[in-house]
């Protein structure tokens, strides 16, 4: 019996030779829903985490889950070994960034280089009418950052002072997000003016939420 579909995304993702691995990667970066649509709530709120210590403590779990023993799949148990052998060798090339297509990224927002993907809010900007649009118009508010999916993503806004939710609502990243580059907007932004920090949720399933609300300074903002 396969691996866990965990194991099996991760394996694809990972691939040798590395040519073959990046082209998967490039591939999930534009469109990740297809993949991610194998994955139980569990196992894709280990994969979010884009680390290698949840993600396979999750495929181990999962593997005695089935079989608490570990006595009836040995051979399970052998693939899991070679599977998690693999996987810890393997790591980013720091040179592949550039391969990837961005999709977003905040005008006027210094974002650090780096190879490896992790889920993050970027910046959020405010747009407040000008002097031309008409008196009573509201602003709206783009939130850019990395592990936006399609259809599963919410933004919430939290008052800085007492941290209540003032907005919550589902929200579809711009056309032309990626996985590591994702823009959401929010128009009109029907909050009071104040201090906020933005959230963004990603629905797991079953009533899970995933959150992403890092770097926190970087969630902030102020509407006046």
């Known amino acids: 019996m396969p691996l866990t579909p965990l194991a099996q995304l991760v394996g694809k993702l990972t691939a040798s030779p590395h040519a073959s691995g990046l082209t998967n990667r490039k591939q999930f970066n534009l469109d990740p829903t297809p993949d991610l649509a194998t994955l139980s709530p569990a196992e894709l709120d280990a994969f979010l985490q884009l680390r290698k210590g949840p993600i396979s403590l999750q495929v181990l779990g999962d593997l005695i889950g089935a079989d608490p023993t570990l006595r009836g ?15 810890s060798r393997w790591d980013w090339d720091p040179n592949e960034d550039s391969e990837y ?65 003032v907005y919550h609502a589902r929200h579809e990243p711009e056309p032309g997000s990626t996985f590591r580059g994702g823009k959401i907007v929010v128009s009109p932004l ?10 963004v949720k990603i629905a797991l399933g ?14 902030q903002f102020s509407l006046s």
């Open 101 to 165: 297509k961005k999709g977003y990224s905040a005008p006027q927002t210094l974002v650090a280089s780096y190879p490896d993907p992790v889920c993050q809010i970027e910046a959020v900007l405010v747009h407040k009418p000008g002097p031309s649009v008409p008196p009573g118009t509201a602003a709206s508010l783009e939130v850019y950052g990395e592990g936006f999916l399609p259809g599963r993503t919410t933004v919430e806004i939290l008052a800085t002072a007492s941290g209540n939710s």
């Open 73 to 87: 799949n040995a051979a399970d148990v052998r693939d899991y070994v070679l599977w998690l052998y693999e996987y």
């Open 206 to 219: 079953n009533g899970w939420d995933f959150v992403i609300d890092s770097p926190v300074a970087n969630t």
């Open 190 to 199: 029907p909050i009071p003016p104040g201090s906020y920090r933005a959230v």
